[in-house]
Protein backbone atom coordinates (compact mmCIF):
# COMPACT_ATOMS: atom_id res chain seq x y z
CA UNK A 1 0.00 0.00 0.00
CA UNK A 2 1.31 3.17 -1.11
CA UNK A 3 0.70 5.83 1.30
CA UNK A 4 0.52 9.41 0.48
CA UNK A 5 2.42 12.38 2.68
CA UNK A 6 0.20 14.59 4.00
CA UNK A 7 -0.86 18.13 2.11
CA UNK A 8 1.27 21.03 3.52
CA UNK A 9 -0.84 24.24 4.01
CA UNK A 10 -0.45 26.18 0.45
CA UNK A 11 1.36 29.27 -0.17
CA UNK A 12 -0.62 32.60 -0.95
CA UNK A 13 -1.39 33.60 -4.52
CA UNK A 14 0.47 36.74 -5.19
CA UNK A 15 -1.60 39.76 -6.82
CA UNK A 16 -1.31 40.71 -9.95
CA UNK A 17 -1.31 44.10 -10.53
CA UNK A 18 -1.44 46.85 -13.71
CA UNK A 19 1.57 48.21 -14.43
CA UNK A 20 1.90 51.47 -16.87
CA UNK A 21 3.46 50.96 -19.57
CA UNK A 22 6.37 53.33 -20.99
CA UNK A 23 4.97 55.57 -23.98
CA UNK A 24 6.15 54.38 -27.08
CA UNK A 25 5.52 55.56 -30.68
CA UNK A 26 5.04 53.55 -33.46
CA UNK A 27 7.44 54.67 -36.04
CA UNK A 28 7.10 55.80 -39.19
CA UNK A 29 6.66 53.28 -42.29
CA UNK A 30 8.42 53.93 -45.81
CA UNK A 31 7.72 51.77 -48.80
CA UNK A 32 9.56 52.45 -52.03
CA UNK A 33 8.76 51.41 -55.48
CA UNK A 34 11.50 51.01 -57.65
CA UNK A 35 9.44 51.30 -61.26
CA UNK A 36 8.07 55.20 -60.57
CA UNK A 37 11.02 55.88 -57.89
CA UNK A 38 8.63 56.95 -55.63
CA UNK A 39 8.64 56.97 -52.19
CA UNK A 40 5.78 56.75 -49.75
CA UNK A 41 5.72 57.27 -46.41
CA UNK A 42 2.92 56.91 -43.91
CA UNK A 43 3.46 58.82 -40.30
CA UNK A 44 3.04 58.08 -37.24
CA UNK A 45 1.08 60.18 -34.27
CA UNK A 46 3.68 62.99 -33.45
CA UNK A 47 5.98 62.30 -35.66
CA UNK A 48 9.06 64.93 -36.71
CA UNK A 49 10.00 64.10 -40.10
CA UNK A 50 12.98 65.79 -42.06
CA UNK A 51 14.11 64.85 -45.34
CA UNK A 52 17.63 65.74 -46.28
CA UNK A 53 20.18 64.64 -49.36
CA UNK A 54 22.45 62.57 -48.24
CA UNK A 55 26.04 64.28 -49.11
CA UNK A 56 28.33 62.88 -51.59
CA UNK A 57 25.90 60.63 -52.68
CA UNK A 58 24.04 60.67 -56.42
CA UNK A 59 20.45 62.70 -57.27
CA UNK A 60 17.91 61.60 -55.10
CA UNK A 61 19.71 59.77 -52.67
CA UNK A 62 17.55 61.03 -48.86
CA UNK A 63 17.82 60.28 -45.71
CA UNK A 64 14.05 60.83 -43.96
CA UNK A 65 14.69 60.61 -40.43
CA UNK A 66 12.19 61.19 -37.56
CA UNK A 67 13.57 63.77 -34.94
CA UNK A 68 11.32 62.96 -31.77
CA UNK A 69 13.20 59.35 -31.52
CA UNK A 70 16.30 59.95 -33.63
CA UNK A 71 15.42 57.09 -35.62
CA UNK A 72 15.94 56.46 -39.51
CA UNK A 73 12.48 55.75 -41.38
CA UNK A 74 14.47 55.77 -44.86
CA UNK A 75 17.58 55.92 -46.01
CA UNK A 76 18.61 55.75 -50.23
CA UNK A 77 21.96 54.10 -49.57
CA UNK A 78 20.94 51.14 -48.08
CA UNK A 79 19.72 49.74 -50.62
CA UNK A 80 20.85 52.24 -53.52
CA UNK A 81 17.14 53.35 -54.14
CA UNK A 82 17.49 56.81 -55.97
CA UNK A 83 13.74 58.83 -55.07
CA UNK A 84 12.42 61.18 -57.24
CA UNK A 85 8.83 61.72 -56.09
CA UNK A 86 7.81 61.66 -52.41
CA UNK A 87 4.64 60.66 -50.69
CA UNK A 88 4.06 61.61 -46.91
CA UNK A 89 0.66 60.49 -45.60
CA UNK A 90 -0.27 61.66 -42.47
CA UNK A 91 -3.74 60.02 -41.93
CA UNK A 92 -5.15 59.89 -38.22
CA UNK A 93 -2.53 61.40 -36.40
CA UNK A 94 -3.30 64.61 -34.41
CA UNK A 95 0.14 65.99 -35.31
CA UNK A 96 2.91 65.86 -36.92
CA UNK A 97 5.38 67.26 -39.19
CA UNK A 98 6.88 67.26 -42.57
CA UNK A 99 10.70 69.49 -43.42
CA UNK A 100 12.40 69.50 -46.44
CA UNK A 101 15.55 70.52 -45.53
CA UNK A 102 17.52 73.17 -47.94
CA UNK A 103 19.45 70.41 -49.22
CA UNK A 104 16.58 68.29 -50.12
CA UNK A 105 15.93 67.89 -54.25
CA UNK A 106 13.22 65.65 -55.59
CA UNK A 107 13.33 65.59 -59.19
CA UNK A 108 9.72 64.80 -59.53
CA UNK A 109 6.58 65.48 -57.16
CA UNK A 110 5.95 65.94 -53.46
CA UNK A 111 2.36 65.08 -52.24
CA UNK A 112 1.11 65.23 -48.47
CA UNK A 113 -2.14 64.56 -47.38
CA UNK A 114 -2.95 65.99 -44.07
CA UNK A 115 -3.44 65.11 -40.92
CA UNK A 116 -6.85 64.68 -38.23
CA UNK A 117 -5.15 67.16 -35.94
CA UNK A 118 -2.36 69.33 -36.19
CA UNK A 119 -0.23 69.05 -39.74
CA UNK A 120 2.94 71.05 -40.37
CA UNK A 121 5.53 70.99 -43.78
CA UNK A 122 7.72 73.59 -44.12
CA UNK A 123 9.71 73.31 -47.61
CA UNK A 124 13.03 74.47 -48.15
CA UNK A 125 14.42 72.41 -50.78
CA UNK A 126 14.26 72.10 -54.75
CA UNK A 127 11.04 70.27 -56.17
CA UNK A 128 11.17 69.63 -59.24
CA UNK A 129 7.85 68.98 -60.41
CA UNK A 130 4.40 69.42 -58.67
CA UNK A 131 3.88 70.15 -55.03
CA UNK A 132 0.76 69.17 -53.83
CA UNK A 133 -1.02 69.35 -50.02
CA UNK A 134 -4.39 68.11 -49.53
CA UNK A 135 -6.39 68.46 -46.27
CA UNK A 136 -7.51 65.32 -44.27
CA UNK A 137 -10.96 64.66 -46.46
CA UNK A 138 -12.66 63.59 -43.46
CA UNK A 139 -15.65 66.06 -43.47
CA UNK A 140 -16.60 68.81 -40.79
CA UNK A 141 -12.97 67.52 -38.82
CA UNK A 142 -11.80 71.04 -38.25
CA UNK A 143 -8.14 69.85 -38.67
CA UNK A 144 -5.42 72.44 -38.83
CA UNK A 145 -2.71 73.16 -41.93
CA UNK A 146 0.11 74.95 -41.52
CA UNK A 147 2.90 74.88 -44.71
CA UNK A 148 5.16 77.12 -45.39
CA UNK A 149 7.52 77.60 -48.06
CA UNK A 150 10.97 79.34 -47.36
CA UNK A 151 13.06 81.35 -49.58
CA UNK A 152 15.16 78.62 -49.97
CA UNK A 153 12.47 76.67 -51.79
CA UNK A 154 12.28 76.01 -55.67
CA UNK A 155 9.58 74.60 -57.60
CA UNK A 156 9.50 73.27 -60.88
CA UNK A 157 5.99 72.45 -61.61
CA UNK A 158 2.68 74.25 -59.69
CA UNK A 159 1.89 74.08 -55.69
CA UNK A 160 -1.17 73.58 -54.61
CA UNK A 161 -2.27 73.78 -51.74
CA UNK A 162 -6.15 72.44 -50.26
CA UNK A 163 -6.81 73.50 -46.74
CA UNK A 164 -9.24 71.76 -44.69
CA UNK A 165 -11.81 73.31 -42.34
CA UNK A 166 -9.88 74.46 -39.23
CA UNK A 167 -8.05 77.64 -39.04
CA UNK A 168 -5.45 77.58 -41.56
CA UNK A 169 -2.19 79.59 -41.77
CA UNK A 170 0.16 79.52 -45.21
CA UNK A 171 3.50 81.12 -45.14
CA UNK A 172 4.78 81.94 -48.41
CA UNK A 173 7.89 83.80 -47.13
CA UNK A 174 10.24 83.79 -50.25
CA UNK A 175 11.00 81.17 -53.04
CA UNK A 176 10.33 80.33 -56.45
CA UNK A 177 7.16 78.67 -58.13
CA UNK A 178 7.97 78.05 -61.71
CA UNK A 179 4.50 77.25 -62.73
CA UNK A 180 0.77 78.63 -61.08
CA UNK A 181 0.42 78.62 -56.70
CA UNK A 182 -2.92 77.98 -55.81
CA UNK A 183 -4.35 78.12 -51.81
CA UNK A 184 -7.69 77.21 -51.25
CA UNK A 185 -9.73 77.32 -48.04
CA UNK A 186 -13.10 75.98 -46.79
CA UNK A 187 -15.21 77.17 -43.95
CA UNK A 188 -12.16 77.81 -41.07
CA UNK A 189 -10.50 81.42 -40.84
CA UNK A 190 -7.53 81.40 -43.13
CA UNK A 191 -4.31 83.21 -43.04
CA UNK A 192 -2.05 83.59 -45.73
CA UNK A 193 1.76 85.49 -45.09
CA UNK A 194 3.41 86.64 -47.40
CA UNK A 195 6.96 87.70 -48.20
CA UNK A 196 8.51 87.64 -45.13
CA UNK A 197 12.23 86.84 -45.80
CA UNK A 198 12.26 87.33 -49.47
CA UNK A 199 10.59 87.79 -52.81
CA UNK A 200 8.10 85.63 -53.55
CA UNK A 201 8.08 84.63 -57.52
CA UNK A 202 5.01 82.43 -59.68
CA UNK A 203 6.07 82.23 -62.71
CA UNK A 204 1.78 81.26 -63.55
CA UNK A 205 -0.70 82.43 -61.99
CA UNK A 206 -1.50 82.80 -58.46
CA UNK A 207 -5.51 82.00 -56.59
CA UNK A 208 -5.92 82.48 -53.78
CA UNK A 209 -9.49 80.97 -53.06
CA UNK A 210 -10.01 81.36 -48.93
CA UNK A 211 -13.74 80.36 -48.78
CA UNK A 212 -15.67 81.45 -45.69
CA UNK A 213 -14.47 82.45 -42.55
CA UNK A 214 -12.47 85.41 -41.17
CA UNK A 215 -10.05 85.09 -44.03
CA UNK A 216 -6.34 87.29 -43.81
CA UNK A 217 -3.94 87.72 -46.78
CA UNK A 218 -1.16 89.57 -45.19
CA UNK A 219 1.92 91.15 -46.02
CA UNK A 220 5.15 90.55 -43.09
CA UNK A 221 8.12 92.09 -45.14
CA UNK A 222 8.94 94.46 -47.53
CA UNK A 223 9.26 92.36 -50.54
CA UNK A 224 7.71 91.88 -54.04
CA UNK A 225 5.29 89.18 -54.53
CA UNK A 226 6.26 89.07 -58.74
CA UNK A 227 3.60 87.14 -60.67
CA UNK A 228 4.00 86.34 -64.40
CA UNK A 229 0.12 85.26 -65.31
CA UNK A 230 -3.04 86.56 -63.41
CA UNK A 231 -4.04 86.88 -59.54
CA UNK A 232 -7.09 86.21 -58.45
CA UNK A 233 -8.77 86.22 -54.79
CA UNK A 234 -11.76 85.31 -53.94
CA UNK A 235 -13.24 85.71 -50.29
CA UNK A 236 -16.66 84.10 -48.87
CA UNK A 237 -19.27 84.73 -46.17
CA UNK A 238 -16.94 86.49 -43.28
CA UNK A 239 -15.08 89.34 -42.52
CA UNK A 240 -11.80 89.29 -44.77
CA UNK A 241 -8.81 91.18 -44.51
CA UNK A 242 -5.97 91.66 -47.71
CA UNK A 243 -3.26 93.55 -46.15
CA UNK A 244 -0.20 94.80 -47.74
CA UNK A 245 0.17 97.95 -46.82
CA UNK A 246 1.39 97.62 -43.43
CA UNK A 247 4.56 95.71 -43.86
CA UNK A 248 5.29 97.99 -47.42
CA UNK A 249 4.93 94.49 -49.68
CA UNK A 250 4.43 95.05 -53.11
CA UNK A 251 1.83 92.65 -55.62
CA UNK A 252 3.46 93.10 -59.24
CA UNK A 253 1.17 90.94 -61.27
CA UNK A 254 2.33 90.84 -64.97
CA UNK A 255 -1.97 90.07 -66.40
CA UNK A 256 -5.10 90.55 -65.11
CA UNK A 257 -5.61 91.08 -61.07
CA UNK A 258 -9.23 90.14 -59.87
CA UNK A 259 -10.20 90.95 -56.29
CA UNK A 260 -13.36 89.33 -55.26
CA UNK A 261 -13.62 90.85 -51.15
CA UNK A 262 -17.54 89.01 -50.25
CA UNK A 263 -20.03 87.34 -51.58
CA UNK A 264 -24.03 88.95 -52.42
CA UNK A 265 -25.22 87.55 -49.50
CA UNK A 266 -22.55 88.00 -46.75
CA UNK A 267 -23.12 91.39 -44.63
CA UNK A 268 -19.96 91.09 -44.07
CA UNK A 269 -17.17 94.12 -43.35
CA UNK A 270 -13.80 93.84 -45.96
CA UNK A 271 -10.69 95.65 -46.42
CA UNK A 272 -8.18 95.64 -49.55
CA UNK A 273 -5.09 97.72 -48.62
CA UNK A 274 -1.77 97.67 -50.82
CA UNK A 275 1.32 99.65 -50.66
CA UNK A 276 2.34 99.44 -54.44
CA UNK A 277 0.21 97.87 -56.90
CA UNK A 278 0.53 96.47 -60.69
CA UNK A 279 -1.18 95.04 -63.26
CA UNK A 280 -2.66 94.48 -66.59
CA UNK A 281 -6.02 95.05 -65.35
CA UNK A 282 -7.19 95.63 -62.35
CA UNK A 283 -10.99 94.65 -60.94
CA UNK A 284 -12.10 94.80 -57.60
CA UNK A 285 -15.47 93.24 -56.84
CA UNK A 286 -17.41 93.30 -53.18
CA UNK A 287 -20.27 91.68 -51.95
CA UNK A 288 -23.16 92.81 -49.79
CA UNK A 289 -21.07 94.05 -46.97
CA UNK A 290 -18.89 97.40 -46.41
CA UNK A 291 -15.85 96.98 -48.68
CA UNK A 292 -12.75 99.37 -48.27
CA UNK A 293 -9.90 99.74 -51.23
CA UNK A 294 -6.94 101.49 -50.48
CA UNK A 295 -3.58 102.16 -52.38
CA UNK A 296 -1.31 104.27 -50.36
CA UNK A 297 1.78 104.20 -52.38
CA UNK A 298 2.10 103.72 -56.07
CA UNK A 299 -1.02 102.22 -58.15
CA UNK A 300 -0.07 100.77 -61.76
CA UNK A 301 -2.23 99.40 -64.29
CA UNK A 302 -1.48 99.04 -68.03
CA UNK A 303 -5.07 98.61 -68.68
CA UNK A 304 -8.27 99.06 -67.23
CA UNK A 305 -9.91 99.37 -63.35
CA UNK A 306 -12.80 98.40 -62.37
CA UNK A 307 -14.37 98.99 -58.82
CA UNK A 308 -17.47 97.02 -58.32
CA UNK A 309 -18.35 97.20 -54.51
CA UNK A 310 -21.84 96.16 -54.58
CA UNK A 311 -24.09 97.31 -51.19
CA UNK A 312 -22.71 99.03 -48.19
CA UNK A 313 -20.69 101.57 -47.31
CA UNK A 314 -17.93 101.25 -49.93
CA UNK A 315 -14.58 103.19 -50.15
CA UNK A 316 -11.69 103.27 -52.61
CA UNK A 317 -8.56 105.67 -52.56
CA UNK A 318 -6.01 105.32 -54.92
CA UNK A 319 -3.45 107.58 -53.24
CA UNK A 320 -4.22 107.37 -49.28
CA UNK A 321 -1.31 109.48 -48.40
CA UNK A 322 -1.09 111.41 -51.97
CA UNK A 323 2.99 110.30 -52.54
CA UNK A 324 2.60 108.03 -55.03
CA UNK A 325 1.93 108.28 -58.88
CA UNK A 326 -0.30 105.97 -60.27
CA UNK A 327 -1.03 105.65 -63.69
CA UNK A 328 -4.18 103.82 -65.60
CA UNK A 329 -3.23 102.92 -69.00
CA UNK A 330 -7.45 102.55 -69.71
CA UNK A 331 -10.29 103.76 -67.87
CA UNK A 332 -11.03 103.83 -64.78
CA UNK A 333 -15.00 102.88 -63.59
CA UNK A 334 -16.10 102.69 -60.19
CA UNK A 335 -20.29 101.60 -59.62
CA UNK A 336 -21.39 101.55 -56.12
CA UNK A 337 -24.35 99.50 -54.41
CA UNK A 338 -26.76 100.86 -52.02
CA UNK A 339 -25.63 102.50 -48.20
CA UNK A 340 -22.95 105.31 -49.90
CA UNK A 341 -19.94 105.02 -51.77
CA UNK A 342 -16.59 107.62 -51.17
CA UNK A 343 -14.11 107.94 -54.25
CA UNK A 344 -10.94 109.40 -54.58
CA UNK A 345 -8.13 109.90 -57.20
CA UNK A 346 -4.63 111.57 -56.77
CA UNK A 347 -1.94 112.26 -58.43
CA UNK A 348 -3.13 109.94 -61.40
CA UNK A 349 -3.28 109.93 -64.80
CA UNK A 350 -5.85 107.92 -67.04
CA UNK A 351 -5.52 107.12 -70.51
CA UNK A 352 -9.05 107.25 -71.02
CA UNK A 353 -12.46 107.89 -69.40
CA UNK A 354 -13.30 108.09 -65.96
CA UNK A 355 -16.75 106.69 -65.07
CA UNK A 356 -18.05 107.16 -61.13
CA UNK A 357 -21.71 106.37 -60.21
CA UNK A 358 -22.20 107.10 -56.63
CA UNK A 359 -24.50 104.30 -54.56
CA UNK A 360 -27.78 105.65 -52.73
CA UNK A 361 -27.07 106.39 -49.50
CA UNK A 362 -29.65 105.58 -47.02
CA UNK A 363 -29.99 107.79 -43.59
CA UNK A 364 -27.85 110.75 -43.27
CA UNK A 365 -25.22 109.28 -45.30
CA UNK A 366 -23.14 111.07 -48.18
CA UNK A 367 -21.85 109.90 -51.17
CA UNK A 368 -18.53 111.79 -52.06
CA UNK A 369 -16.02 111.63 -55.24
CA UNK A 370 -13.19 113.76 -55.16
CA UNK A 371 -9.50 114.47 -57.00
CA UNK A 372 -6.75 115.85 -55.75
CA UNK A 373 -7.66 115.96 -52.14
CA UNK A 374 -5.34 114.00 -50.30
CA UNK A 375 -1.43 115.02 -52.09
CA UNK A 376 -0.01 117.84 -54.05
CA UNK A 377 0.12 116.03 -57.35
CA UNK A 378 -2.35 116.40 -60.31
CA UNK A 379 -4.97 113.99 -61.56
CA UNK A 380 -5.42 113.79 -65.48
CA UNK A 381 -8.19 112.54 -67.56
CA UNK A 382 -6.84 112.03 -71.02
CA UNK A 383 -10.51 110.89 -71.83
CA UNK A 384 -13.82 111.86 -70.59
CA UNK A 385 -14.67 112.46 -67.02
CA UNK A 386 -18.26 111.64 -65.45
CA UNK A 387 -19.69 111.67 -62.15
CA UNK A 388 -23.35 110.44 -61.49
CA UNK A 389 -25.01 110.26 -57.76
CA UNK A 390 -27.98 108.17 -56.35
CA UNK A 391 -31.51 109.12 -57.32
CA UNK A 392 -31.95 110.33 -53.64
CA UNK A 393 -28.74 110.83 -52.09
CA UNK A 394 -26.66 113.74 -50.66
CA UNK A 395 -23.52 114.25 -52.90
CA UNK A 396 -20.34 115.63 -52.76
CA UNK A 397 -17.84 116.33 -55.54
CA UNK A 398 -14.48 117.82 -54.98
CA UNK A 399 -12.68 118.47 -57.94
CA UNK A 400 -8.67 119.74 -57.88
CA UNK A 401 -6.07 119.87 -59.67
CA UNK A 402 -7.42 117.66 -62.53
CA UNK A 403 -6.77 118.58 -66.65
CA UNK A 404 -9.95 116.30 -68.34
CA UNK A 405 -8.86 116.29 -72.25
CA UNK A 406 -12.81 115.43 -73.00
CA UNK A 407 -16.42 116.68 -71.71
CA UNK A 408 -16.76 116.72 -67.59
CA UNK A 409 -20.24 115.61 -66.72
CA UNK A 410 -21.62 115.28 -63.43
CA UNK A 411 -25.01 114.43 -62.28
CA UNK A 412 -26.96 114.57 -59.23
CA UNK A 413 -30.05 113.09 -57.97
CA UNK A 414 -32.89 114.66 -55.57
CA UNK A 415 -30.48 114.81 -52.82
CA UNK A 416 -28.56 117.72 -51.43
CA UNK A 417 -26.01 117.95 -53.74
CA UNK A 418 -22.67 119.83 -53.47
CA UNK A 419 -19.79 120.46 -56.31
CA UNK A 420 -16.58 122.36 -55.74
CA UNK A 421 -13.71 122.83 -58.45
CA UNK A 422 -10.10 124.00 -57.77
CA UNK A 423 -7.78 124.06 -60.00
CA UNK A 424 -9.58 122.50 -63.00
CA UNK A 425 -9.10 122.76 -66.26
CA UNK A 426 -11.66 121.12 -68.80
CA UNK A 427 -10.69 121.09 -72.40
CA UNK A 428 -13.98 119.86 -73.55
CA UNK A 429 -17.76 120.74 -72.85
CA UNK A 430 -18.54 120.95 -68.93
CA UNK A 431 -22.12 120.15 -68.23
CA UNK A 432 -23.93 119.83 -64.51
CA UNK A 433 -26.84 118.76 -63.98
CA UNK A 434 -27.39 118.83 -60.41
CA UNK A 435 -31.27 117.71 -60.42
CA UNK A 436 -33.88 118.30 -57.62
CA UNK A 437 -32.37 119.48 -54.03
CA UNK A 438 -30.87 122.26 -52.61
CA UNK A 439 -27.71 122.07 -54.74
CA UNK A 440 -24.40 124.29 -54.82
CA UNK A 441 -21.41 125.09 -56.98
CA UNK A 442 -18.65 126.71 -56.45
CA UNK A 443 -15.90 127.14 -58.70
CA UNK A 444 -12.24 128.50 -57.41
CA UNK A 445 -13.42 129.08 -54.00
CA UNK A 446 -11.30 127.98 -51.66
CA UNK A 447 -7.51 128.71 -51.81
CA UNK A 448 -6.36 125.26 -50.50
CA UNK A 449 -7.06 121.34 -49.09
CA UNK A 450 -5.48 118.59 -47.85
CA UNK A 451 -3.09 118.60 -50.44
CA UNK A 452 -1.63 121.52 -50.50
CA UNK A 453 -2.17 125.48 -52.04
CA UNK A 454 -4.44 125.85 -54.42
CA UNK A 455 -3.14 128.63 -56.91
CA UNK A 456 -4.19 127.62 -60.87
CA UNK A 457 -6.46 128.98 -62.65
CA UNK A 458 -9.85 127.47 -63.50
CA UNK A 459 -10.19 126.81 -67.36
CA UNK A 460 -13.21 125.07 -69.77
CA UNK A 461 -12.27 125.46 -73.26
CA UNK A 462 -15.88 123.85 -74.58
CA UNK A 463 -18.92 124.89 -73.49
CA UNK A 464 -20.01 125.26 -69.94
CA UNK A 465 -23.76 124.17 -68.88
CA UNK A 466 -25.12 124.11 -65.46
CA UNK A 467 -28.58 122.83 -64.67
CA UNK A 468 -30.24 123.68 -61.11
CA UNK A 469 -33.31 121.51 -59.80
CA UNK A 470 -36.61 122.24 -58.29
CA UNK A 471 -35.24 123.52 -54.98
CA UNK A 472 -32.98 126.48 -54.12
CA UNK A 473 -29.44 126.16 -56.06
CA UNK A 474 -26.25 128.24 -55.19
CA UNK A 475 -23.77 129.04 -58.01
CA UNK A 476 -20.48 130.66 -56.68
CA UNK A 477 -18.11 131.67 -59.34
CA UNK A 478 -14.65 133.15 -58.94
CA UNK A 479 -14.06 136.06 -56.81
CA UNK A 480 -13.30 139.17 -56.63
CA UNK A 481 -9.66 140.71 -56.99
CA UNK A 482 -7.75 137.44 -55.67
CA UNK A 483 -4.82 136.35 -57.61
CA UNK A 484 -4.79 132.07 -57.92
CA UNK A 485 -8.79 131.65 -57.53
CA UNK A 486 -9.74 132.84 -61.59
CA UNK A 487 -12.05 131.19 -64.05
CA UNK A 488 -11.48 131.50 -67.66
CA UNK A 489 -14.47 130.05 -70.07
CA UNK A 490 -13.29 129.35 -73.20
CA UNK A 491 -17.27 128.81 -75.15
CA UNK A 492 -20.63 130.33 -74.37
CA UNK A 493 -21.64 129.33 -70.58
CA UNK A 494 -25.41 128.68 -69.79
CA UNK A 495 -26.09 129.04 -66.16
CA UNK A 496 -29.90 127.96 -65.40
CA UNK A 497 -31.04 128.06 -61.78
CA UNK A 498 -34.51 126.29 -62.15
CA UNK A 499 -37.15 126.23 -59.83
CA UNK A 500 -36.73 127.66 -56.41
CA UNK A 501 -35.49 130.58 -54.66
CA UNK A 502 -31.31 130.89 -56.64
CA UNK A 503 -28.14 132.78 -56.23
CA UNK A 504 -25.44 133.69 -58.46
CA UNK A 505 -22.23 135.20 -57.59
CA UNK A 506 -19.63 136.32 -60.31
CA UNK A 507 -16.91 137.01 -58.88
CA UNK A 508 -14.37 139.67 -60.39
CA UNK A 509 -11.72 136.92 -61.38
CA UNK A 510 -14.17 135.58 -63.85
CA UNK A 511 -13.24 135.92 -67.43
CA UNK A 512 -15.46 135.37 -70.75
CA UNK A 513 -13.67 134.78 -73.51
CA UNK A 514 -17.53 134.91 -75.74
CA UNK A 515 -20.58 137.24 -75.18
CA UNK A 516 -23.94 136.42 -75.13
CA UNK A 517 -23.56 133.81 -71.93
CA UNK A 518 -26.80 133.29 -70.47
CA UNK A 519 -27.92 133.28 -66.64
CA UNK A 520 -31.55 132.63 -65.98
CA UNK A 521 -33.64 131.37 -62.89
CA UNK A 522 -32.07 132.89 -60.40
CA UNK A 523 -33.57 135.44 -58.03
CA UNK A 524 -30.20 137.08 -56.87
CA UNK A 525 -27.10 137.87 -59.16
CA UNK A 526 -23.98 139.44 -58.05
CA UNK A 527 -21.90 140.66 -60.79
CA UNK A 528 -21.71 139.79 -65.18
CA UNK A 529 -22.39 137.34 -66.82
CA UNK A 530 -21.13 139.12 -70.35
Known sequence: MISFPSSQRSRPAARLTLGALED????????????????????????????????????????????????????????NQSVRILVVRFGNTNTGSLTLDATT????????????????????????????????????????????????????????????????????????????LAVAGTAGDDTVQLTESDDLTVNGSVGFNLGDGNNTVLGTGTHIIHVGGGFNYAGGVGNDTFDLDGSGATLDVRGDARLTLGTPVGFDANQANFEALYARNLTFVG??????????????????????PGNGENGFTSNLLGSGANTIGGGFAYAGGANGDAVSLDNTVVGRNVAVALGESFGSGVSTFSTGLHGPGPVTVYGS?????????????????????????????AGRNFVSMDDVNVAGATLVSLGAGADSLVIEQTPGNGGGPLGGVSTFGGVFNFNGGADDDQVSLAVDNVTGQQIQFGSRVTL????????????????????????????TIVGKVL
Open 24 to 79: RTTPATATYSALTQTLTVVAAQADQLVVSAIPNKPTGYLSVAETQANATVFSSDLK
Open 105 to 180: RIGGGLVVGGGAGVTTVDIAGTVGGNVVYTANPIKGLAATDQVTLEPSAAVGGSVSLALGDGSNVVRLRGGTVRGN
Open 287 to 308: GAGADAIEVSGALGVNGNLTVT
Open 385 to 413: LKVTTGPTTDSVVQLARLYVGGGLTLTGG
Open 496 to 523: TGGAGNNNLFVGTGTAFELTGNLAVGFG
